[in-house]
């Protein structure tokens, strides 16, 4: 089959699946990590041919390490299907309810949107990932991983599509492509796909946003900063910037750029770059930064650059205003952190950031769903609309007007014959 | 100025106004009622230029109506601003909040989208309705309006800036664009607009939709079905289908396809037609339909036709499932509607027809935000995501999280020193 007809396909199973009761779902789930259990022995052996393949082809070793499907690996996915079971079904709640008038009562009630197309790199348990969240979310997935890990992701969404059908899962509701020609085909079909979600590097997820018609929910790129304010605990902002650098560099929310008021830049550089040096982050500051301290040149590229490495450049600004002008011209909008003890230097820089994520007193690391207790996560958004830092299942969910009337026409209310009562029901939708 | 100053200085000003607090945008906003009356001699002086013009390059009757700006349509304006000003702020409200840790608060609060483009066809009224609405929410706006209503336009937009900036919203928060070019234009500018909204015709908003990566809200056609079950009541069914149809002939959510459950189609169509054909209505029916009453035939392309005019295609079906699946084939997920008596199957009917709105024994015409006591309507969309169906003012809102800490670090968590509570709280974000 084509891609556009897996993705009708998949469209017609989403249908039937966004009204698949919460009994089947979950039924359907323990299937799932069941077949990754008894099957362990064999992902495993395949998985171990693509990782031949991909040291043969000379795949880099974060790479391999992100390929690497092992029983630690299936453990955490049968570990995060069981957490997915015992979430409340998302899917059915009533999130207004009006009457219109007597006997016509309108109710917003939350449904999946319908086809995800997700689009990841190396990682196949991503694949168990996000398949189950769709699932749960009652909604089809078509899915396409890297071609280094083709064999994997191939018995991986084969086991899936097998132990969900056979519990009354509407067949077709995940689809695997697996070409590069697959995924152009992907970003054309608007027609049947309503969202996708893209994993990968910067570059893979740019090249996505800028070649399909249909939402995109993720983020590119993470510009993070941290502001010291004149009014910090000088202690306080050096432990955060060090845990926002080095705690894991290579991620989104990892601090890049560090702004620091003037008043307090004398007094602060120092200490920060004693603890920054020692644990090997290259330094790179502005001409007022190297007045202060001993370290190379930022340049303008600098205040754009997501290092994902052990660098971290610097700016020293004049104040709050000029730090919130610099984070919201050269910042992604997804995380950003002030130091201070001002509550209202706090409040301003929360109010006028204009990033997902805006933190006072804290680690950037902290913008991460498990870490706010989200659950699941879909993943991290930088969109301003539908779903905004990091996304829950929630992401995977839109609404429908369900209204139930008694022959009610709309010209008895035009001409007055009728009024509208407008009152807010506190029930559930019942149908 | 060009259309990307203009865009530029927009952003800077939508994140000012994210912040401007409840009284000064409800001062602003009588501000812009106050002006309107005063001017209200000038306004329909300059809009007579307008229809002047328009007359004199024929413009249809219709669009000679819609661009026509009276002293009525000055005080439903003023109408609209004054219960604008008595809604609640949309902006700064506490979603959701989660102690992560003693100490480490997170809030998700409401906040505006940014800038928001809004391209409208003639009504000069759209102009005042969506900037106010805009400056409520606390977006920025851009507007492009048809260039027959252009002074009209300019004058409200001169009227309305004026108005507001001088008691203090930030300067070009509005922003009127003049020509086709700029149009153009602002499709292509995702570094600033966050999302776009247009008003008009199918084919404007298809041209809008298929030119642009920004997200933009809104339907393009309402093709609207009623499905008259086996169960239904007959004299219901048609007083239904003759207000779907009649009650207003060109809007979006008048129904355009009727299907007819065979069962009943015998008893019912003759009925119909005769209430139909006393209103003028052209039918135009399948094979089955036209065994039973005389009619027009139609053709595979009456199933796709947005009529917006007293035409009525009607197709007889086996049941629940076939209806269903022409709905979701044919439709446009706007409204659909089914007259049945039977709770099982009105629970099918909305579970699986994939539409913004879901009728049960009730005019396809209540969908609207107004009907639905929504307050203000910002449109009817028929997107998958982030807002569905008749829109308020939550469709200009996304969300933030704001996360007040006093010194955590990741790493503390990370290595086992501190553990998450992920505790609920039940209070409002403070700063």
Redesign the interface.
């Known amino acids: 089959m084509n891609v556009a007809e897996l993705a009708a396909i998949a469209k017609n199973a ?3 699946l ?2 698949v009761d919460t009994k089947t779902k979950n039924t359907a789930l323990a299937e799932i990590a069941e077949a990754l259990k008894e099957n362990s022995a064999q992902i495993i052996a395949v998985n171990k041919e693509d990782l031949t393949k991909a040291q043969a082809d000379n795949l880099a070793a974060p790479l391999l390490k992100r390929l690497k499907f092992d029983e630690q690996k299936i453990a955490d996915c049968v570990a995060g299907i069981d957490s997915l079971i015992k979430l409340g079904d998302p899917v059915g709640n009533t999130l207004d309810a ?1 009457e ?1 008038d007597e006997g ?1 009562e ?1 109710y917003k009630v939350s449904c999946p ?2 086809v995800i197309g997700v689009v990841f790199e190396s990682r196949p348990d991503a694949l168990v990932q996000i398949s189950t969240l769709c699932l749960k979310s009652g909604n089809a997935v078509l899915l396409k991983g890297g071609s280094e890990a083709a064999k994997t992701n191939k018995i991986l969404a084969d086991l899936i599509t097998e132990a969900t059908t056979k519990v009354g899962i509407p067949q077709g509701w995940l689809g695997l492509l697996e070409t590069r020609e697959d995924v152009a085909a992907l970003l054309s079909l608007d027609e049947y796909i ?2 996708i979600i893209p994993r990968g590097s910067n570059e893979f997820v740019w090249h996505i ?2 070649n399909t ?1 249909i ?1 995109v ?1 993720g983020h590119a790129e993470g510009i993070c900063h941290v502001y010291v304010d004149g009014d910090a ?1 000088i202690d ?1 902002a050096v ?2 910037i ?2 926002s650098k080095c ?1 894991y560099v290579a991620v989104c929310n990892a601090v890049e750029t560090l702004l620091v008021d003037s008043k307090i830049a004398k007094k602060f550089l120092p200490k920060l770059k004693t603890a920054l040096e020692e644990r090997n982050v290259e330094l790179r500051g502005c001409e007022k930064t190297r007045k202060i301290i001993k370290v190379k040149a930022a340049t303008e590229r600098d205040w754009r650059a997501e290092y994902l490495d052990y660098i971290l450049s610097i700016k020293v600004v004049d104040g709050l205003d000029e730090a ?1 002008e610099h984070i ?1 011209k050269y910042g992604s909008r997804h995380t950003d952190a002030i130091v201070t003890n001002n ?1 209202a230097k ?3 820089f ?3 950031v ?10 950037t ?3 991460d769903g498990f ?3 989200l659950g699941a996560e879909v993943g991290i958004s930088t ?4 779903a ?3 996304v829950g299942l929630e992401g995977l969910l ?14 008895d ?2 001409k007055g014959f009728k009024h ?1 009562s ?1 009152r807010k029901l506190n029930k559930d939708c019942e ?1």
């Open positions: 989403s249908i039937k966004a009204a009006i219109l016509l309108l949107i319908g309503d969202l946003m800028n018609n939402p929910l605990d306080m432990r955060i060090v845990d705690q919130i919201n509550k706090a409040a301003k929360t109010d006028l204009d990033s997902a994520n805006v933190f006072v007193n804290c680690s690391r902290f913008s870490r706010y207790g969109n301003k609309i539908h905004r830092g990091p839109i609404y429908k007007w369900k209204l139930y009337g008694s022959g009610q026409i709309v010209d209310y035009s509208f407008h149908i």
